[in-house]
Structures are given as C-alpha cells and as structure tokens.
C-alpha cells in the first residue's frame, strides 16, 4: 500500500484495534501520536516509524484541544486520523425503553460526542496541509436491531456512520477522506466475556459464514487501507469487516 503522508493520530490507541492500527501504521514508517485514557501498553513495536503515547481523559473540548495540540507538537502534520474510542456497558446498555437516559447521553458523549470534538480540531489542520484521511469506527450492532439489545451503544454506533457521510461530502473538496469501518465480532477487549471461554467462542465462529472470529489485526488491515493512498477515490462510505455475518438472510 502507498502513503502520501507519514503522520498520523490514533485515539483509542492503548489496547485493542487501536493499538493493532499504530502498531501496523509503525511497521510501515508512519509516525504515530497515541492517545488513550488507559495506560501506555507494553507491546508497542519498534519502528521504523516514530511513536509518542499520551494517557489522558478526552472528557472536554480543552481536554481533545490539549490532546491534538500534543499531537501536532509531536508530528507537525496530522495526514492520518483514526478514532476507535467507544464504549459497549452490557451491563447498564438495554433496550432505549429501558436505559437510564444518563446512561444513553454517556454513551453518546464518548462514543459520538468525542468524535466529533475530534474531527472538529484535526480537520482544520488537514486543511491546512491540503488534504488527509480520517477512519472512525462503527459495528455491525449500527445495523440491526437485536432482541438483547444495548440500545445506546447500536444507536451512537449508526451515528458516526451518518457524521462520516457528512464529513466526506463538506471536506471532500479539501482533499479530505472520511471512512468507516464497521466490525463484527472480534476477540478485542470489550469483549472479555469471551476470554477463556472456548465454547462461546466455538459457538460465535459457527455463526460466521467464514467460520472465524476476527481479532485487532483484521480491523487494522483494513483501516490502513482506507487510510492509504489505494484508496484515494474511496470516500463516505463503510468498510464491513464481519467474515460475512450481515450478508445471512
């Protein structure tokens, strides 16, 4: 794959598909900003590319300000922008007739809210530089119902994909690129329920047409395509990374 740009940032990057994209975008030269509110993880490879990790709350506008300044202290440029931060609270998500409605708006301010403040500060420097490529992460759960729903979480999830449509029409003029990559079920840290648990995740790969759970790498694979510069008439659109579970009748 061919990349214009070298600089990229990458929230959510302190474990899980995050990490699996500054980990792939490392090994390809690119330099990386991390942020995450989680510590920084041991298993960050070494190079080629160049790498700084912030561990910080994203909470508010002067919190993402702060992060992004970081980040373009750090780079000078921000070609890349990923953002996979998101929340799945099985245990307070229900149906929306249900939800404490202070659940919902948490939901929705880390999981849309964020991206939003997000792209609001990292887009104007890509103007600035001409151009840039923003991948945000969705799921599958954004469409569907589900008879054991975490309603919140599905709903803020279908947001982003409308937000990423949005973007791309308004910046499409700036050289601006804005994806979405919609993943099923992965062996990632929101879903520790599975951890150990070989049966359910015997169960789940029966249920995927190509008979396997995903992990971090096969969203990464796939984000850094739509970063590059192979996919430089790929805009507004999504990128479904399920082994095939949608496309069941």
């Known amino acids: 794959m061919r990349f214009a740009g070298n600089k990229a940032l990458v929230a959510g990057a302190g474990g899980g598909m995050g990490l699996a994209v500054a980990n792939d975008l490392i090994s390809r030269g690119i330099d990386v900003f991390m942020v995450d509110a989680k510590p920084k993880p041991n298993d960050i490879i070494d190079g080629p590319g160049e790498h700084s990790f912030l561990s910080a709350d994203l909470g508010t506008e002067e919190d993402v300000d702060e992060a992004v300044d970081a980040a373009m202290r750090y780079l000078g440029r921000i070609d890349y ?10 245990d307070r ?6 939800t404490d409605l202070d659940v919902w708006d948490a939901v929705f301010n880390i999981n849309v809210k964020l ?6 500060k990292v887009i104007p420097e890509m103007q600035r530089i001409g151009g840039g490529s923003i991948v945000h992460f969705s799921s599958i759960d954004a469409l569907r119902g589900d008879p054991s729903p975490q309603d919140a979480y599905g709903a803020s999830k279908a947001a982003l994909i409308r937000i990423s449509k949005s973007l791309a029409i308004q910046f499409a003029a700036d050289g601006i690129r804005s994806n979405v990559i919609i993943p099923g079920p992965a062996l990632t840290p929101m879903q520790a329920r599975w951890d150990g648990d070989t049966e359910a995740q015997d169960r789940m790969s029966q249920a995927i047409p190509l008979g396997r759970l995903a992990g971090p790498e096969d969203m990464a694979d796939a984000c850094v395509f739509l970063l590059s510069d192979n996919a430089r008439n790929i805009t507004g659109t999504e990128l479904i990374v399920d082994g095939g579970l949608t496309a069941l009748p």
């Open 115 to 120: 991206d939003v403040m997000l792209c609001r």
């Open 81 to 90: 922008f990923v953002n996979t931060i998101g929340v799945l609270w099985r």
């Open 93 to 98: 998500d229900r149906s929306a007739i249900d």
